[in-house]
């Protein structure tokens, strides 16, 4: 994908709580716990199965 040299930025979020996002241009790879948390609040959001209170 490079095809030449490589900059590395390295930084630090604490609102991830651990994992990491990694971004190579316009692609990103996120990895982050914090980002799994909110999808599985979500999805049990949005369950039809479960009733309302």
């Known amino acids: ?3 030449g ?3 590395l930025i390295e ?9 990491f996002v990694l971004k190579v241009g316009d692609k990103q790879l996120d990895s982050a716990i914090s980002s799994r948390i909110k999808a599985l609040k979500r999805e049990f959001s949005e369950n039809p199965y479960i009733p309302e209170l």
Do not use: N
Not at 11 to 19: A, E, P, S, Y
């Open 11 to 19: 930084k630090v979020d604490t609102t991830l709580i651990g994992g």
């Open 5 to 7: 040299p490589i900059e």
């Open 1 to 3: 994908m490079a095809g």
